[in-house]
């Protein structure tokens, strides 16, 4: 893509009431407008990035079986009644809205309800289970706290899952399975090393959930850790039950801050008997599919990379979900044979199947490299008269700075390896 027909401009301020460091960097380099406060629109840099996550996690969620659906966003008024969810006191996230025919709707914060509901017309015996679907959705949520950028927004990209299942072990199964999908996900974003299944608090059916948590110095929950152990305990459930229980003690854990990227629920039969969601066993008889959720903050995540890898010059983008792979930068100085040059890698990189920005502005080279810092594309190329006359181009690598000389065919040799 060339910059120059990009529609969005970096800038050197962010909005004055924009407090998070992800927020700021990512409207300062283009990605995302503010709307309102924890309302972002994602612009066409900031859409390829989101796009890269959810293709990741897609791979992973295809891998263990899920089937890829979208529910709506409005929502039956009756439906979280019979779970008792529909109250504001209950849930106190919500935005709801008058239907002009008359009667109330909700606008969708979570899936588990319609879902559950839904597959009321497609499981009938014991061999329609198990089923997994998943879905990419916008979810509306009337959240009081607005001070994380995109890493808490009233509305925001989310990954939900449900399993149905036919019992406990069977669910289980599927449970460890989606455990694992998720440490790849994380693992293949570059948080691996960071992220811990993390004991929270559990429902009706269980001692815990989990949640994936990540530490990032900004993070809004406390996490009690142990890496050698690998243990890692929310602090909302750190008391001497769970201590004895996960046979730690206190001084062997670590306090650190973290952000939830991800939390998987074990609902057990409670939502298929509430809302009447049975399958037909080999006698014939009527038993509650069990249940389970399972979520990944798609944008949240997104923040939480670029607050963890930014330095004080910009976004640091791990290579996985980059918006592009190379940003090529042309210092032309006037000569005509430079730009020629910078057109013919150009092609060459997108034909061989890389994702190029090209940085064919009329501006000077320090504007062109600030804000190519500020973008923080993996690898800079520089066509300039100087890497003209040496026959290599410059290739600076944005996390490490770490700077190589290469011809078009060793650029794309290493890049196509
Ligand atoms: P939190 O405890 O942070 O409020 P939650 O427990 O309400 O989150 P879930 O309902 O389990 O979150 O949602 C699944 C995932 O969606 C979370 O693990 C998180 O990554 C993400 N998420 C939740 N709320 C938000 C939000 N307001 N903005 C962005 N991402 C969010
Ligand atoms: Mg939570």
Known sequence: MRQSKLFTKTRKEAPKDE?????????????????????????????????????IVREEMDKIGGQEIIMTALQRKELWEKTKRWSDEVVDVWFKSELKAGGEVG??????????????NYVASFRDLPIVVYQFQTKLRNELR?????????????????????????HTKFYNQSIDAYKRVFERVGIGEDTFVTFASGGAFTQFSHEFQTIVETGEDVTYINRAKNIAINEEVLHDETLKTLGVTRDELEEVKTAEVGNIFNFGVQKSEDLGLTYKNEKGEDIPVWMGSYGIGI?????????????????????????????????????????????ELYRELTEAGIAVLWDDRDVRAGEKFIDSDLIGI??????????????????????????EHKSISELIGHLTA
Request: net charge neutral; with cysteine.
């Open 107 to 120: 606008f969708g914060w979570s899936h588990e309800e319609p879902i559950a509901e839904m597959m009321k």
């Open 299 to 343: 944008t949240r995540l997104m923040g939480l990379l670029v607050e963890k890898f930014a330095d004080d010059k910009g976004i640091i983008w791990p290579e996985s979900v980059a918006p592009f792979r190379v940003h090529l930068v042309e210092i032309t100085n006037d000569n005509t044979e430079v730009k020629t040059e910078a057109a």
């Open 146 to 170: 607005a001070k994380s950028g995109i890493m808490r927004g009233k509305e925001f990209v989310m990954k939900d899952a449900y399993s149905f299942s036919l019992g406990e072990e069977d």
């Open 378 to 403: 993996p690898l800079r190329v520089v066509v300039s008269e100087k890497t003209l006359a040496a026959g290599k181009f410059e290739c600076v690598h944005r996390a490490s700075g770490r700077v």
């Open 19 to 55: 407090v998070s460091k992800n927020a700021q960097l990512l409207i300062r380099a283009g990605y995302v407008h503010k709307e309102m406060a924890g309302v972002y629109a994602y612009l066409p840099p900031g859409l390829r990035v989101v796009e890269r996550i959810k293709q």
